[in-house]
């Protein structure tokens, strides 16, 4: 078969064009496969339906303090004293490693709603029950490695980093919040 | 010698310490393949895709399963429902079973036309076909798992059969069980094995392809390789034929998943298991339906059993049972015609399998088992003492080329 | 000579092939089982580009709620799943409240609330021993499934709920039972469910008993399959890239191949 090497060149550059091309779509092709098998780890649809939860309040009287599940998690509700609320907003913020005020925390000072998990390594802090040490604070204490936080939640002494977190909630009225 | 070989420092370090490269090198890249494969060739590596694709699916679906009689049923339908592409990955390993057979059956075929088990393949062949009982077991054990009506019938009629054993059935099949009726016990073994199994498989695979890999693939011809010019390396000529059969499979394969999945599946497995009623008719899935036709051919029960684990185990001996010296079809001109009708034997008890065990279709059943049993244990022995094989041609390289000699197909070679 | 590798190839695979679909349509045809053959009707959702009536699922979902909810449950649909045949919360989260679902208070007793969307339907009974009781024996079957766990299911189940014809002469039947021209054995336990105006369409469409059996059929399609539509939308995009895929790596090996095959 003559051929002039221009075109013979011209032809092999089409070939191994064709040739690249091919394995480059089967590649992408294999790659775009690989996200169904990692997404399926994610949070399923009934899992995510379940991600908020509605809590009466009514019952709750001063000073006491319930736990409800929420997303697996145990969040802290608790009913301050007026003593508790004014210990927690005198507080200067300059003693504090994270600091943050008690109005920025709680959008009723009534209510103090948490995250009940340590901050430094995922323990639940005690200070829920009425016979419950309740750290140096008087809010809650960790047992895993002694970190103590205030009426407000906030990390005062101990290795926890940061305050205990507030989740994301509103009142729907007076006395139900929804969580999530 | 592996200095010259890679390029790559990080490769070259370790191949010289862990030659890895250089094994995948030898058996993957240069590997000499014959070159006049047909398309046959491709389900080889179509069975290995296809074993793959099931072991990934499945682990992904495992993560989601409960095993466990009040849950399996609602966990498979919250994985189509509620996990993120749940029912593409279920439907992906629900017709994956059945698109692995069909791969796996037309593999065997090939085999059995180009006479691929003779020797010196005969460990290949029977590995082979332990894959594929190993393959049953684990699809039959999976089949349980949705915990639908077939699911549960199924298990409980195949685990019944072991009962036909003298003496120790019965105590067997409660074995089996972990109880007296097929339950929980038996949906968390049944699991368990289903998980380990293609594992077991994977081995036995590498097995298999370390036998292929010590005298090479059989070809169309079925006589051996002479040098160099009857062969190519394995890439990229063998490389780019898979990925085309591996397209086109797939494009069969998508259409299923995406627009049929349950063309072979059956309605009653959507209805959740229920030890008190037994669905009108009971089938297995298709692939195990010629082994049901044996099974239920035969008017005794033990015997039907013994026929249909015969109808695999003669597949074991094959390499014996087949005197004739000539491997391929091609130049056997009345073996040639006998596969054809073993093959539509096979569908026809396929089909015999699905029918109800009544009138004609019983009649039907014993001879399409009869010939079976016929074609292997007769006619494979004694056929070449009457057959006239035709003259086989020198090398591979002269029918490919038409006339051409040897020498002119290594000059093609050298102009590359 | 490729040309005759070709043809070889060609008739050979096209035998497999034929083989392998007598073999699944028979196992098919198997499976669609009973002889009594009923209207095969036209749906929206079947077909490779078959999607949901969004009106006739809402309509349907009516019919199941004011006609086969008294007997039937559902009990693997969430109401959150009403969502994507075209309600908003507000509409699911006041569906689902006219529920209520049995929960455990604080002092341990068991207390009714209404249902959220993140529940699943209620069911009519308790348990299956209490659905059969109710129903004089026969079990009135959850309806999550029922079109895929029936053979050519739509059709059939739009057949069954039009099938309530006279009895003729000479079938006996008996107190509690109701003749079916598309029941298999035409003896069955349900009564007629449907007719003229059984239900009130907001829309204005005029309930006949084939029009409410094809919306309640709709509704159920995709409560079977709820992931049928975006199945189909992904398997089109799936299939264009496998043809490319297919003709890029036959055009490949061609080129590769062609010193080899040539003569």
């Known amino acids: 078969m003559p051929k002039n090497s221009k075109s013979k060149n011209s032809n092999e550059g089409k070939r191994d064009f064709l040739i690249v091309s091919t394995y480059t779509i089967a590649g992408i092709g294999a790659a775009a496969v690989a996200w169904p098998l990692i997404d399926q780890m994610n949070p399923a649809a009934d899992t995510l339906a379940l991600a908020s939860t509605e809590v009466d309040l009514s019952s709750l009287e001063e000073g006491q303090a319930i736990t409800v599940t929420w997303r697996g998690k145990p969040v802290f509700v608790r009913h301050r004293t007026p003593e508790e609320i004014k210990l927690a907003k005198q507080v200067s913020l300059d003693d504090m490693r994270h600091p943050e005020r008690d109005e920025d925390r709680v959008p009723n000072e009534k209510y103090i709603v948490l995250v009940g998990v340590c901050t430094h390594l995922g323990c639940v802090p005690l200070g829920q029950k009425s016979g419950d040490v309740k750290g140096q604070y008087g809010g809650w204490f960790c047992p895993c490695h002694g970190s103590h936080y205030d009426h407000s939640g906030r990390i005062r002494k101990g290795p926890a980093p940061t305050n205990l977190e507030v989740p994301s909630y509103k009142f729907l009225s007076d006395n139900v919040i929804k969580i999530g | 010698m592996s200095k010259s070989k890679f390029k790559n420092p990080v490769v070259k370090w370790i191949d010289h310490r862990l030659p890895v490269f250089s094994f995948m090198d030898h058996e993957l890249n240069h590997y000499p393949t014959p070159k006049n494969l047909n398309y046959f060739w491709n389900f080889g590596s179509l069975a290995g895709f296809a074993l793959v694709t099931m072991i990934v699916t499945g682990i992904v679906l495992s993560m989601n399963y409960t095993a466990h009689v009040d849950y399996a049923f609602d966990s498979v339908e919250r994985i189509m429902r509620d996990v993120n592409h749940g029912w593409l990955i279920r439907y992906i390993h629900m017709n994956g079973a059945s698109f692995f057979f069909i791969v796996v059956y037309i593999h065997i075929f090939r085999g059995l036309y180009y006479g691929s088990y003779k020797a010196p393949r005969e460990l290949l062949w029977i590995l082979g076909v332990l894959i594929l009982l190993l393959m049953m077991a684990t699809a039959f054990m999976g089949y349980v798992l949705p915990w639908g009506q077939m699911s549960f019938w199924g298990a409980t009629v195949i685990t019944n059969l072991f009962s036909a054993i003298p003496l120790v059935g019965e105590s067997i099949v409660t074995w089996l069980w972990g109880g007296f009726s097929v339950d929980n016990s038996t949906l968390n073994r049944f699991f368990s094995l289903h998980f380990v199994l293609p594992f077991v498989i994977v081995g036995v695979v590498i097995l298999h392809l370390v036998a292929l890999h010590r005298f090479g693939s059989n070809n169309p011809i079925g006589i051996d390789v002479r040098g160099t010019q009857d062969t190519v390396p394995f890439s990229p000529y063998y490389t780019i034929k898979d990925l085309f059969g591996l397209s086109v499979f797939l494009s069969f394969f998508a259409a299923a998943v995406f627009f049929f999945p349950n063309f072979m599946g059956h309605p009653d497995n959507y209805i959740e298991a229920n030890p008190m009623v037994t669905p009108a008719h009971i089938v297995p899935e298709w692939y195990f339906l010629p082994f049901y036709a044996i099974l239920r051919a035969v008017p005794d029960k033990l015997g039907g059993v013994l026929f249909m684990f015969g109808a695999i185990a003669v597949l074991f001996i094959l390499p014996w049972l087949d005197r004739s010296s000539v491997r391929s079809s091609q130049f056997r001109p009345i073996y040639k015609i006998f596969f054809w009708i073993l093959l539509l034997d096979c569908v026809l008890l396929g089909y015999l399998g699905a029918m109800p065990a009544e009138g004609i279709y019983v009649i039907l059943s014993r001879i399409a088992t009869a010939y079976y049993f016929f074609h292997f244990l007769i006619l494979f022995p004694l056929l070449p003492y009457i057959e006239k094989t035709k003259p086989l041609p020198i090398s591979i390289s002269e029918p490919i080329l038409g006339g051409g000699s040897a020498a002119s197909a290594f000059a093609v070679r050298e102009k590359r | ?263």
């Open chain 3, 1 to 263: 000579m490729i040309k005759s590798l070709l043809l070889f190839f060609s008739s050979h695979i096209s035998k497999l092939f034929i083989s392998l679909v007598i073999i699944s349509l028979s196992n098919f045809s198997f499976a669609a089982g009973e002889k009594i053959s009923y209207p095969q009707l036209n749906w929206s959702f079947s077909g490779i580009l078959g999607t949901f009536d969004r009106a006739s699922q809402q309509r349907g979902l009516q019919v199941y709620k004011e006609v086969c909810s008294g007997c039937h449950g559902m009990r693997l649909l969430a109401y959150r799943n009403l969502k994507s045949i075209g309600y908003n919360d507000d509409e699911i989260k006041a569906f689902a409240a006219d529920n209520n679902v049995n929960t455990i208070n604080d002092d341990g007793e068991v207390v009714e609330r209404p249902a959220r969307p993140s529940d699943k339907f209620v069911s009519p009974y308790p348990n299956d021993k209490a659905a059969r009781a109710a129903n004089g024996g026969a079990y009135p079957p959850d309806l999550s499934l029922i079109i895929k766990a029936r053979p050519d299911g739509a059709n059939y189940l739009h057949a069954l709920l039009t099938g309530y014809v006279d009895a003729p002469k000479d079938q006996k039947v008996p107190d509690g039972m109701y003749y079916n021209k598309y029941y298999s054995g035409n003896l069955i336990g349900m009564p007629q469910p449907l007719y003229e105006d059984g239900v009130e369409y907001a829309d204005g469409t005029k309930a006949t008993p084939d029009q409410m059996a094809k919306d309640v059929t709709a509704f159920l399609a995709w409560a079977s399959e709820p992931e049928m539509e975006d199945r189909k939308r992904l398997g089109v995009s799936v299939m264009l890239f496998l043809f490319l895929l297919t003709a890029l790596s036959y055009f490949a090996m061609k080129q590769i191949w062609a010193p080899i095959k040539e003569k």
